[in-house]
């Protein structure tokens, strides 16, 4: 079902890139978890092409993806097309991907307004399991919370305080240990949470200077450089 989603997806910014005539009106694409991928393969599809003028195109993602793309350049690239990027709003924001990915660093950067807590800290973890309900009411703006996996009984009190709250972006939680995350946010969070999934660079955030006119230093990297050190981001700092 996911592919034949994504092909529907890549069918249809092809034909509106290349429309004649204004035969489509109107086209939204996307949801609260429309995830850094996907805005990818839509960056890529768009690159370069610009939309009918007579046709509106929206496509929809969580802030914190929005964010992510505006970062590695890709919501540049979609509305050079035309197309108009609009944020859903959730309550909880989850960063999702494996350690020194970049979760924390990302998360920190675009939420710099909310406190940071992490579970690691085992005086820290412990308050959290004693008392989750007078942990959780520490933080009446909301916070980010790393590791949160590891305080399974967090998430069934944050559903009911999300839920009370109805601000959105209210708690930003990242976990390394993907599987354990997700089941618990389909179980206590499920509807109420942007999902965005952080992976290592990629070659082409590397070099992306050749194209983008900024930022990389690592342009004239060679293969088997590359293949030696790996692709995460505290190699390159």
């Not at 009918?52 to 964010?67: F, N, R």
């Not at 979609?78 to 990302?106: D, F, Y």
Request: charged content about 20%; proline content about 4%.
């Amino acid at each position: 079902a996911r592919e034949q989603k994504m092909k529907l997806k890549k069918v249809t910014a092809e034909k509106l890139s290349k429309a004649k005539t204004s035969t489509v009106d109107w086209v939204f694409l996307g949801c609260p978890h429309f995830s850094i991928q996907e805005f990818a393969s839509i960056a890529t599809l768009l690159a370069g092409k610009r939309i009918h003028s007579g046709v509106t195109v929206w496509i929809s993602s969580s802030q914190a993806v929005k964010a992510l793309a505006d970062i590695m350049g890709y919501s540049s690239i979609i509305e050079a097309s035309g197309a108009k990027i609009v944020c859903e709003t959730c309550p909880v924001v989850a960063l999702t991907g494996p350690r020194q990915s970049g979760k924390t660093t990302l998360a920190r950067s675009v939420f710099p307004q909310k406190t940071y807590i992490t579970l690691e800290a085992p005086d820290t973890l412990a308050i959290a399991e004693k008392d989750p309900r007078g942990f959780l009411a520490g933080f009446q703006d909301g916070a980010i919370i790393d590791e949160i996996q590891r305080s399974p009984a967090l998430f069934s009190y944050l559903q009911s305080i999300v839920d009370l709250d109805g601000r959105t972006g209210l708690y930003v939680l990242t976990g390394s240990q993907q599987f354990g995350l997700l089941s618990r946010i389909s179980q206590s969070l499920a509807g109420r949470v942007g999902l965005v999934q952080l992976l290592p660079f990629s070659y082409r955030e590397l070099v992306r200077d050749e194209e983008n006119k900024g930022a990389s230093s690592f342009v004239n990297i060679n293969l088997d450089e590359l293949l030696y050190k790996g692709l995460y981001p505290p190699i390159y700092d």
